[in-house]
């Protein structure tokens, strides 16, 4: 009984074995290509000059409605 537990681990690491030989080859053509890589700061920064421009048109926004709103309640008042 040992002696057949024993062959079939053999035989699956034999099997294993292939299957290892041939995943080498793939990652190496993945790691080979020159992949192009983007500074973190460079992000970050883009993030904040998006909020500081969309907090700017929601100000200006609410500016201009509100501005409407005053002089419409002062022409329909006078």
Partial sequence: M????????VKKSDHDNV???NEPKEKQNLYSEN????????LLNRVRL???KSFRKK???LFISVSI???????FLI
């Fill in 35 to 42: 992949f192009k890589t983007t500074n973190v700061n460079i």
């Fill in 50 to 52: 998006d909020k500081k």
């Fill in 59 to 61: 100000i200006i926004i």
């Fill in 19 to 21: 299957l290892f030989e």
């Fill in 2 to 9: 040992e002696n057949s537990c024993f062959n079939n681990d």
């Fill in 69 to 75: 709103i005053i002089t419409l309640t002062t022409y």
